[in-house]
């Protein structure tokens, strides 16, 4: 039978024979003097660790890193390597997020979507108008309006609505997106409001028929897709640039490089008019359900003689801010972050000024000294966080607001990227990438019972800013950029795996 040997084993009698290579063949003899202990594999294996100046050097990355790890229980630092320079966090940046809607909301906190009218339902009729009012929900998708709909002719009894179609997004800003350098059409840039639908993207479908192409938008979900007229696109007979983006006043016009297609293909375009949208697919699946609609009419403010028929709840805030951590998604970020600061403070103006509530928030609660976000997703290069701020962060949070379950388990690799399954050390982190701009920020669990918080930033500026906007899409150079510093990252979380435990 074949014997399994654990790893520490296996580093313990390698340690004893570099300490000992002699041993065997003099051990009959009587020892003159007094021996020293024979070493252990684990102190070995500390004074063989390279410093993190050496790391950082071995990296080669150019622009500017800071870092810091502490003792969570404790609060003692470490070590750290330029830990008060502040850069950008990327999407490092929800985690703060994250827990400033913890404390502010209550991990319980439920969206609402709901259904009111401006009269009574008399045998199944509404003779007055029908609202749409939209509460913030950043996950709201296709599936739920449907089931939305169903419940309006199930559940209420509403067969036709004799007024006005209206449509409420007041709850939130309404924004065309979240930062303006970036490209028209990427999908994490959408615009926001209090009424989103599938994350605020459209989905943008082609194929080749015949001497031209078969073009469809459509609102897309798990289960149904309902093609849309809120966003309009038109092929062009161009190479470049491969898509333009206009203000089609109740539209988004899209045009797209006939030569950039091919023959057939997708993608997620982002939404900049949310509202619309939403209401084109609620008029949509209401249809459906036999109840015809007018046209939708976009209102600022809710009727005082509104009267709620039926709501929509999200899932509670907790599953939705693990999910944001999980899958990194800015508008999720942007609308709890928004919602948090309309509840602490008033109705908020601007994204910017939520992100400065927050930051307020992050000094006088979780004991930041110098946070500067300038939204709530970190998709800003604008934004900044050093990370000795991080690290206090996340030690507060973590005693205070439970943020380490929602965090995603990040595994340790080997060199060459492979995952290393059933590591001792556990990583929970929020992983940040921008174009030459890298975080990691979370939570080390040793074998030995130890827990550390940790933060990584490292940013090239000179580097992202030269980018044009078409280049950031995916910016010479960025990639390998990313990869370098993930190394990095990883080297470090095995190094303190080694040096801090026990």
Known sequence: MTRQVSRRAALGGLASAMVAPS????????????????????????????????????????GKIS???ADVKTGLVLESHNPLRALPPAS??????????LDVLGPGYHFETRILSTAPVTNGRIDGDLILAGGGDPTLDTDAIAKITKRLREDAGITEVTGRFLVWGGALPALNGIDSEQPYQVGYNPGVSGLNLNFNRVHFEWQRAGDGYNVTMDARSASLRPEVRAARMRIEKRNYPVYTYKDGGAFDDWTVARGALGRNGARWLPVRKPARYAAEVFQILARSN??????????????????????????????ILRDMLKYSTNITAECVGLTATVARTGRISSLAASAEAMNAWAKDTLGMTSVALEDHSGLGDDSRVSARDMVKALIAARKSMGIKPLLKQHPLRTEDRKIIDDHPVQVHAKTGTLNFVSGLGGFIDLPDGTELAFAYFSADLPRRDSLSRDERENPPGGRSYAVASRKLQQRLLARWGVLYNG
């Open 290 to 319: 036999g109840i015809v609609l007018k046209t939708p009419e976009l209102i600022d403010s809710l009727p005082s003689e509104a009267v709620p028929i039926l709501t929509h709840e999200s899932a509670p805030l907790r599953v």
């Open 23 to 62: 041993a065997f063949a003099q051990s009959a003899l009587a020892p003159t003097a007094s021996l020293r202990p024979a070493a252990r594999a684990e102190d070995i294996l500390k004074n063989y660790q390279p410093t993190i100046s050496e790391l950082i050097n071995k990296a080669g990355l150019a």
């Open 92 to 101: 490092v940046a929800k985690a703060l997020t994250a827990c400033y809607a």
């Open 67 to 69: 870092v810091q790890v």
